[in-house]
């Protein structure tokens, strides 16, 4: 069965450096999200992407996060200059084939840990 | 401001028996409404989605209902089994069409042998 794939499974960094997580979303998919947990709390959406363009953001998504798909299969999700509280896992998920369909798959996660 | 609510103490049962889980959301109309599974480290797993229009949708174990009136959804398992013990999450998505899931912050059901 596809699945959406991360890597790194963990990254550790630190203060003010730049962090790029990497996923792979299931091949056929045209919708691309990130979604970050920090421990012990909600699942939070940060970012939408359709189309070569971000759909929506949430008030997380500020000037330090970006996002790209670079090629035909990698979407990446770039931290510029990281902050302790950026700490947290990082999903990334796909939806959507031909038509538009609601259910959206999670990859495994990047745990993020800014020291 | 909107606002998903579920049962915020874990949820032990006895395994066989049915486990119900509760999702109630204010101030929110949303188009489908999903439930997930999560392990500790894990991504979220989906399970089902329940329409607006939908009362109620089952898969092999599974069952969920949606009441918009009530602004809530049930979320059974019957037959529980130890391997069914996680972290269950509802999550809204709008009629928005930009996909974006507004999650409650789960229910932790454990099922005992």
């Known amino acids: 069965e596809p699945e959406v794939t991360q890597t790194p499974s963990h990254q550790v960094t630190q203060m003010g450096q730049e962090v790029i997580l990497r996923c792979v979303p299931i091949s056929n998919h045209l919708y691309f999200y990130w979604y970050r947990q920090i421990l012990g709390q909600k699942v939070e959406f940060l970012v939408s992407f359709y189309n070569n363009e971000i759909s929506e953001k949430s008030e997380i998504f500020d000037d330090q996060f970006s996002v790209e798909r670079p090629d035909g299969s990698n979407f990446t999700l770039k931290i510029r200059s990281t902050k302790l509280e950026d700490s947290a896992m990082y999903f990334c998920?796909?939806?959507?084939?031909?038509?538009?369909?609601?259910?959206?798959?999670f990859g495994p996660g990047t745990r993020l840990l800014v020291l | 401001s909107q606002k998903i609510e579920q049962n915020s103490e874990a949820l032990n049962i006895q395994e066989g028996k049915t486990a119900t889980l509760t999702c109630n959301y204010t101030?929110?109309?949303?188009?489908?409404l999903q439930w997930y599974r999560q392990d500790p480290g894990r991504g979220p797993v989906f399970l089902l989605l329940?329409?607006?229009?939908?009362k109620e949708k089952r898969k092999e174990r599974l069952k969920v209902t949606f009441d918009t009136t009530l602004k809530q959804s049930l979320f059974h398992i019957t037959a529980s089994q130890p391997a069914d013990s996680a972290t269950y999450l509802c999550a809204l998505l709008s009629a928005g069409n930009t996909g974006k899931l507004i999650f409650g912050q789960g229910t932790t059901l454990q099922v005992k042998p």
């Open positions: 998920a796909s939806s959507g084939g031909v038509t538009r369909s609601e259910t959206q798959y």
């Open positions: 101030n929110y109309s949303p188009a489908y």
């Open positions: 329940i329409r607006e229009n939908e």
